[in-house]
């Protein structure tokens, strides 16, 4: 008998899906299993690109969530309301659930899983990171043998077409945003990709899974690639580097128990390290554990092909589980989400980064002894200084530090900054 | 309560798994629930580096596979027999089975997988290919969506070691091959790696995955990497192209029917595509799909850890879905193997291919024209003719021609060999 599906949402993403699941030959059988019975939407009369028969399309979601009929909602809205509130009710009424919605589990994942875990349903989502690339099963599925040492992503293509952009053609970020939003690669209000607040709902995800506890969505430090300028690209360029807008999750011994780094950030990435050849609007995710050692997952991260790839596989996945094993069952442990503690997150200004600085001087030889010796009073000790070009009158030092407590790096900062001969410091980059 | 498994090997695999499975703080905690009962290995006094309780070390590897107490089997013997018979008695004995074994299940997979079937058991791989890298998984459960266009892997370590040293020292195949089995990458015999047959079960799995049906390994085209030189690998660099060992299916429109070309091949890679940069014993595969687009997966490609970390992973599936469906259900489908028909392998003649071709010539003008002439008369279109050194007296010309049927290929080279001026052609490899 096949099974009944509801969609909520049939935008970019949605139409995708519905795309797959009409056009099911060539691909997996158990596709032809599976019915789109209704598929809710806000605006019923806009042209859709896919035929759906008569009464499918509604504006009532309610009546999506609460149809007795439906066995999987898949929630492809966006948006914190009403995403979050018809999920709820979907698991409510016991239906198993898949979104590509990072925004609502980033911040609502406690209480949809605790639901979801009472009532006995899935909720997955493949598509929430990295687009068509197979990163949440994999983690949860195939590296759960490990002990997790770091995940790290580039896993918003917006900021990394932008930066890639910026890089090939020596322009600036403004003038790049304005042509990524004419290709619709960014949107009218790039906030959340270019702020790197898209990047961290994603992290939060990926920590969460691979270090298999929860994780508070405003402990994620957050950066974006608004100061990242055309010269900066230049000297990274030059000293070895390419900057990109990194995830990190990092796991390190605190003082009682593990902890964790948890941060997004315009990173400058070692030319040679694999996630430096990313570019475009292509995603990364590396994972590091032990023994695995280091496994790179690389795709599309967004786009209605592949991010429908990924929310039909998960259609298929609770489907397969529904033909096989019934429906009055335990969860699949390793498909669901049961951690109860919270991961401790590391403040900001106690990781150990490096660091690249950019500082516009006005007397060169004074201040190169000056940096020195201040850093080395705060424990930061520097792997180079570069007198690198000139902005008129005042001389371009570039500083690359060792490790060091961010926290240290800052308080060195500030004193510096008060020093006559420093005219500013027009950017700070961590470096991996 | 506890589930209970056996080892069937307790070598590099065998002995990283039992180091997992006896370590479990911090990973998963479904290992908790894992007990190693029994070990077969052949040699009873060899020390061990993990500590196993008395009596669970046995050379009656019999006995394992007919315990009524184990219920996974985890096959990391290696080599045909005993492994083949061990598994089908297993599985005879409703025990799902865990195997790393590429050899044996490009061979046997259509009898293991009926009987496993016929068995109500899981034979799970992802440890055969690609080491650590979970691409089996990936295949089966998130890319069953698409229709697969293409699998292109770099899937052997030890060649893609040496075709790495080769490049970077401008060494000989024969020096980089003593040194890597020095090193431990290649071993005394290489045969298995060197001529690609080792990347030709592996590629036979994947493509029977990934187009959903059955392979017959001796139609797959196998030709490995003893005859590249280091002349061809500095060539090849100056036209802008690394050599790889790749292993290629990709599906084709036949006359009647969709056929899938299959084929193991030092290849020329463009610098720039994802796969020119793999190098060492890392592994990667890239698989295409509709609406997908291309995806790839990297990672560390065999040693103790990795594969490990992908062997315990499929005790943990096998354990999770025990736990949670218990043992009277059906199989679930996207996890089991249950394709029926062979696919259509295109003949290797017929297949359309880009080659580059390196000949010793005597009389250079006239033979340029000839070059041109011949090719041009067997259907060949050729994208470069450089006339690139000399080996004393003999001037070397490369040619790399745009994509062909090989067939035709062939046919002009043949004619081209009898010419007079034409000294030899030292190599022909295809382009991706
Ligand atoms: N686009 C991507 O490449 C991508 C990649 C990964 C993840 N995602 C995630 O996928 C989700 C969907 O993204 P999308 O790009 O497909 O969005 P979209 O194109 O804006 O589509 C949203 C759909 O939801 C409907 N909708 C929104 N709010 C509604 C409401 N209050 N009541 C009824 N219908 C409502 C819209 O109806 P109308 O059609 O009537 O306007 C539309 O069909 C988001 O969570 C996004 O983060 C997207
Ligand atoms: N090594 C890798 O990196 C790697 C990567 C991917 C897949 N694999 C696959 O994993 C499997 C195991 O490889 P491995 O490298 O671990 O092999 P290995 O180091 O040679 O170990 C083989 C083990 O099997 C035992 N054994 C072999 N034949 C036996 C027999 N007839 N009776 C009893 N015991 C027997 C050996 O016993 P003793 O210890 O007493 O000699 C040994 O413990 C192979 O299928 C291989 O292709 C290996």
Redesign the interface.
């Known amino acids: 008998m096949a099974v009944k599906i509801g969609l909520l949402g049939l935008g970019t993403v949605g139409t ?1 899906t519905a ?2 699941l009409l056009d099911p030959t ?3 059988p ?2 032809e299993e599976i019915t789109i019975s209704k598929v809710g939407v806000r605006s019923p009369d806009k042209p859709r690109q896919v035929e759906l028969s008569e009464g499918v399309i509604t504006t009532d979601l309610e009546s999506i969530v609460n149809d007795p009929e439906i066995a999987i909602v898949v929630e492809l809205l966006g948006g914190l309301e009403p995403a979050r509130s018809l999920i709820l009710q979907a698991i409510a009424n016991k239906k198993h659930v898949v979104t590509a919605n990072k925004a609502v589990i980033a911040r609502y994942g406690d209480e949809i899983y605790e639901a979801a875990n009472e009532a006995g349903v899935y909720v997955l989502l ?1 598509a929430a990171v990295g687009g ?3 990163i949440i ?2 983690l949860k ?7 997790i040492v770091s995940i790290i992503g580039i896993i918003n293509g917006t900021t990394n077409y932008i930066l890639t952009k910026m890089t090939s053609d020596g322009a600036d970020f403004g003038e790049v945003l304005a042509e990524a939003q004419q290709l619709g690669y960014a949107e009218a209000d790039p906030t959340a990709d270019v702020d790197g607040l898209d990047a961290a709902d994603k992290i939060a995800i990926l920590a969460s899974l691979g270090f ?1 506890g929860r994780v508070k969505r405003e402990d994620i430090y957050c950066e974006g690639i608004r100061e990242i300028s055309a010269t900066d690209i230049t000297y990274a360029e030059q000293l070895g580097f390419v900057i990109k807008l990194l995830a990190i999750a990092q796991g390190t011994e605190g003082e009682n128990s ?1 902890q964790l780094e948890l941060r997004v950030h315009p990173t400058l990435v070692p030319k040679n390290h ?1 996630l430096a ?1 990313i570019n475009g609007v292509y995603n990364a995710v590396l994972v590091e ?12 991260g967004a ?4 991010t ?3 929310v ?2 998960d259609i ?2 609770i489907v ?2 529904l ?4 429906t009055n ?7 669901s989400c049961v951690h109860q503690h919270f991961c401790q997150i590391t403040p900001i200004e106690a990781i150990n980064t490096r660091f690249y600085a950019r500082f516009l001087t006005k007397d060169l030889p004074g201040v190169i002894g000056y940096l020195g010796t201040t850093f080395g009073d705060h424990q930061v000790s520097l792997e180079s200084v570069v007198q690198i070009g000139f902005q008129g009158e005042l001389a371009e030092i570039v500083v690359v530090t060792h490790y060091v407590r961010e926290g240290n790096f800052n308080t060195a900062l500030d004193e510096i900054r008060n020093l006559e001969a420093i005219d500013s410091i027009p950017s700070i980059v961590r470096v991996l």
């Not at 554990?289 to 599309?300: A, R, S």
């Not at 786009?303 to 592949?306: K, L, N, R, S």
């Not at 033909?323 to 019934?326: C, F, I, L, T």
């Not at 069952?329 to 498909?335: Q, V, W, Y």
């Open positions: 995708g795309q797959i060539g691909r997996n158990l596709l493949e068509g690339i197979p099963k994999p599925q195939s590296l759960g043998a490990n002990r298999a593990q694999p050849s554990g032990k023994p695995l050692g280091q496994v790179m997952f690389f795709g599309p786009g209605a092909g592949p429908a790839s990924a039909v596989s298929m996945n397969a589980i033909k096989s094993s019934g069952n335990n969860l699949d442990p390793l498909l």
